[in-house]
């Protein structure tokens, strides 16, 4: 089966249950194998919603690439995600961050996630899954994309990422 790596975020609501229970919501398409601790984020592209929760999730799936976008709007749906402001505040969240080595470019996905290597929200949580993973287009680990990046303060760890172990033991 593929790997795949999946970004999780949530920022309205409680935000650690949002992210249990998209995680729950992932099988049977999609068995988890690696879960990173959950991190607290200040938000991306508007500034003015509230902190995110943010996570990366290493996982399996039978799904081919679109199929699999497809699968995961459904949770954000069912989970009462609604389409606003690009970037503004929501339940949760689901990217597909890496799908093996593939490469997909068309009108409603494109994989690597395009805007990946630019955003700590996103790498630090991969590199604690997955630090010598090699983006394909880049050429580049995920470790060193994170090198690459100014060291802020946007990004810390959530006390309460522990509780995930048993989500992640349960899969």
């Not at 003015?48 to 949770?75: C, G, S, W, Y």
């Not at 389409?83 to 593939?102: F, K, N, S, W």
């Not at 287009?137 to 994309?145: F, H, T, W």
Request: net charge negative; aromatic share 4%.
């Amino acid at each position: 089966m593929p790997t795949i790596y999946l970004a999780l975020g949530a920022n309205l609501g409680d935000r650690m249950q949002n992210l249990r229970a998209a995680l729950r919501q992932l099988a049977p398409h999609i068995k988890l194998t690696r879960l990173s601790p959950v991190y607290e984020t200040e938000p991306w592209g508007i500034a003015d919603q509230p902190r995110f929760l943010n996570m990366a999730v290493a996982a399996e799936t039978t799904l081919p690439p679109h199929a699999l976008l497809h699968a995961l709007k459904h949770i954000e749906q069912n989970m009462g995600r609604t389409e606003t402001i690009r970037y503004g505040p929501r339940v949760i969240d689901l990217d597909i961050l890496l799908y093996d080595a593939r490469v997909v470019q068309t009108n409603d996905l494109e994989i690597p996630h395009p805007r990946l290597a630019e955003r700590r929200f996103v790498l630090v949580p991969l590199n604690d899954i997955a630090p010598t993973l090699v983006h394909p287009c880049l050429k580049k680990a995920v470790q060193e994309l994170l090198r690459a990046l100014p060291d802020d303060d946007t990004v810390h760890l959530f006390p309460e990422s522990i509780a995930l172990t048993a989500v992640q033991s349960s899969n």
